[in-house]
């Protein structure tokens, strides 16, 4: 318990990442762990979300899967993926 309530924002991090990658993590309950610390007093509430909806963002969890995927496929693809042109 004295774990999560050092690392409970890295953990809950990267937990959320992990899933938002496509690891089959379970985060809801993470999230509602959160929250009931939360709800104690124990960790802040605002925090929390911030966290909770960073790690959702696709500027972190979206460009993990896209730019390998992008560097592997033919230049054709790619730049019809992005709207590039190529050379």
Do not use: H, K
Not at 34 to 44: I, K, S
Not at 53 to 81: K, M, N, Q, Y
């Amino acid at each position: 318990m004295q774990f999560l309530l050092e690392y409970g924002y890295v953990v809950l991090f990267v937990l959320i990442f992990l899933d938002q990658v496509g690891l089959p993590l379970p985060s809801i309950p993470v999230i509602l762990g959160a929250g009931a610390l939360a709800g104690t007093g124990d960790m802040n509430i605002y925090l929390v979300v911030l966290v909770t909806v960073a790690a959702c963002l696709p500027i972190f969890s979206g460009t993990t899967w896209d730019e390998p995927g992008a560097a592997r496929c033919s230049p054709s693809f790619a730049a019809s993926r992005w709207n590039r042109t190529t050379a």
